[in-house]
């Protein structure tokens, strides 16, 4: 079983910044790929972002592309969502996810995804 627990969201302008953090128990973390998605009211969850086990390949929504960066730590076992020029589209409930087992390819539908965290709200006003 992996636990994961979001935090780092809030409410920015426009143009700001934001770094999410997801925290992870287990020891096995550091062979996982994991993955940010967001949800925003009334429209289905969405992919942003994933990272393979080793953190040197990285996969990215057109959306984001070039202004978010995930990243991962796992002697800390803990992966980033380092967000610059927010917009309010960007506005959403942000989660983690793990993906249990080894991929080729890094998956960007939820359904790929086995363990979730409860999520961290990101609200970026005009």
């Known amino acids: 079983q992996v636990q994961l627990v979001e935090s780092g969201g809030g409410l920015v302008q426009a143009g700001g910044s934001l770094r999410l953090s997801c925290a992870a128990s287990?020891?096995?973390?550091?062979?996982?790929?994991m993955g940010w998605f967001r949800q925003a009211p009334a429209k289905a969850r969405e992919f942003v972002a994933a990272i393979n086990w080793s953190g040197d390949t990285t996969t990215y929504a057109d959306s984001v592309k070039g202004r978010f960066t995930i990243s991962r730590d796992n002697a800390k076992n803990t992966v980033y969502l380092q967000m610059n020029s927010l917009q309010p589209e960007d506005t959403a409930v942000y989660y983690c996810a793990v993906v249990r087992g080894w991929v080729k390819v890094l998956p960007k539908t939820a359904d790929a995804y086995d363990y979730w965290g409860q999520g961290t709200q990101v609200t970026v006003s005009s």
């Open positions: 287990g020891r096995t973390f550091s062979s996982y790929a």
